[in-house]
């Protein structure tokens, strides 16, 4: 199946800020051509996986499909300002989504079990007065706010900076930076208004600031995750600059916009499902499957790529060695053979075998942190909300990457 204009419209940013046509899209070659040869007019060329099994086939095999040499879109425009930024390297910053083994492995390794449920236990109590700081900024606000610009985009980040042992008065600026670098697509967050391409300034920033990070935490180390890589020792020698860069920039842009998604789709889902958001007040135990619900509903990362290493065959199609496939996560998590009514928000779902945190070898360091997060906020928010409603229309940030709602104005009263 060729279709030149199908396949411009499946990566071009404006169709991620709209979210039913992505999803028409994704059901069409789920049903007509689910490992599709894409041939975008601004991309190199790539096979598009829509279906669920078939992305954890592909990342099952980490040995035989490769996170580098390409993890994410750009476009031709974009890869060839990369390598004019690095002076011939295919990625500008080189991080865990860009390692395979044995270096991921390595690298990995350092701060897993910071990121491991026994350790987290030690922010609850930090999450839970975090959470009530929010809610209460709602209650102040009067009745009316934007969910997202008000309070899902401030409490992910005030948890992932904290960790990061990034001060409050600078997190505006990381805010910005991360929102430049995984929605400098779209036109409400671009540096300047011509710059929708690749923003190698972004990057010279995030490297200054952790520059700087990074010698505090040598001189004076803490037990945050910003001392642990500072700190850190890799194959014997201590951690190289640009591989304790790439580390803070996955850490403070992945911990991010992604959780930050999910928060605000949750609410949006229950406000557009009155039944199910009656359910949850009433029984909060109902609380972590709902938000394994709402990461599966929003999908806030929409994919990654891996690159073969040998000839393989994938549901029929000779997949050459070297060709790129795309895994389209927010497909693989609306695939009727997986999930029972998948187009309905259900928060009891169960099963609840989403891909949105990914699988294997790179499956989401931070899940049990983002979980966390948002139990933490809606444990608070919900018994306080006596009434919400929508008082405006939701918009979407038009990204092909990380995206979710870019606003979403409600009206509320509060006990
Ligand atoms: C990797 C999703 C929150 C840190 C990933 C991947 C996905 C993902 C899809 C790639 C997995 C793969 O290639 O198989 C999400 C979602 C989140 C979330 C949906 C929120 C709902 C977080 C948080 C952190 C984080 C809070 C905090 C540190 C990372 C890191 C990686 C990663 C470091 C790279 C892991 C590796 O390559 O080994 N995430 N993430 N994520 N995530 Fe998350």
Redesign the pocket.
């Known amino acids: 199946m060729a279709d030149r204009a199908l396949d411009n419209e499946m990566v071009d940013p404006r169709t991620f800020g709209k979210e039913n046509r992505l999803h028409e899209i994704y059901a069409e070659l789920r049903r007509e051509d689910p490992v599709h040869w894409t041939e975008p007019d601004e991309y190199r060329p790539f096979w598009a996986v829509t279906k669920h099994a078939d992305i954890l086939e592909i990342?099952r095999q980490s040995d035989i499909f490769l996170n580098d040499p390409r993890t994410t879109l750009l476009t031709r425009q974009q890869e060839a300002d990369v390598l004019e930024f690095t002076g011939g390297s295919h990625i500008a910053i080189r991080s865990?989504?860009q390692m395979d083994d044995p270096d991921?492995r390595v690298l990995?390794a350092l701060t897993q079990s910071w990121?491991m449920q026994p350790n987290l236990k030690k922010m609850d109590g930090a999450l839970a007065s975090l959470s009530k700081e929010f809610v209460d900024k709602m209650e102040g606000l009067g009745g009316e706010c934007d969910f997202v610009t008000d309070v899902a985009v401030w409490y992910?980040l005030r948890v992932?900076m904290n960790i990061l042992g990034v001060p409050r008065e600078d997190e505006p600026l990381m805010l910005k930076l991360t929102q430049e670098l995984f929605g400098s697509s779209d036109p409400d967050m671009q540096r300047d208004e011509k710059q929708a391409m690749f923003d190698t300034n972004v990057i010279t920033d995030f490297f200054n600031y952790f520059t700087k990070i990074t010698e505090d935490r040598r001189a004076n180390p803490t037990d945050d995750v910003a001392s642990v890589i500072a700190n850190a020792t890799v194959h014997g020698e201590p951690i190289n600059h640009i591989d304790a860069m790439g580390y803070y920039i996955?850490?403070a842009t992945?911990?991010h916009d992604?959780?930050s998604s999910?928060t605000a789709g949750l609410l949006l889902a229950l406000l557009q499902n009155p039944d199910q958001m009656a359910k949850l007040k009433a029984d909060l135990s109902l609380l972590p499957s709902a938000i394994e619900e709402a990461?599966r509903w929003v999908?806030?990362?929409k994919h990654?790529f891996r690159t073969a290493t040998q000839d393989y065959e994938l549901r029929g199609k000779k997949i050459k060695k070297g060709d790129s496939l795309l895994m389209c996560?927010p497909s693989a998590n609306r695939d009727e053979d997986v999930f029972e009514n998948p187009f309905t928000f259900d928060i009891e779902r169960k099963p609840n075998k989403h891909a949105?945190?990914?699988?294997?070898?790179?499956?989401?360091?931070?899940?049990h942190?983002?979980r966390m997060?948002i139990k933490a906020l809606f444990s608070e928010l919900l018994p306080r909300l006596d009434h919400v409603e929508l008082a405006g229309e939701p918009s979407w940030v038009q990204a092909n990457f990380v995206s979710g709602l870019k606003h979403l104005p409600i009206r509320y009263q509060m006990q």
């Open positions: 990342e865990l989504v991921h990995r990121f992910p992932i996955i850490v992945a911990g992604t959780t999910s990461i999908t806030p990362v990654f996560y949105a945190f990914g699988h294997g070898a790179h499956l989401c360091l931070g899940m942190l983002a997060e």
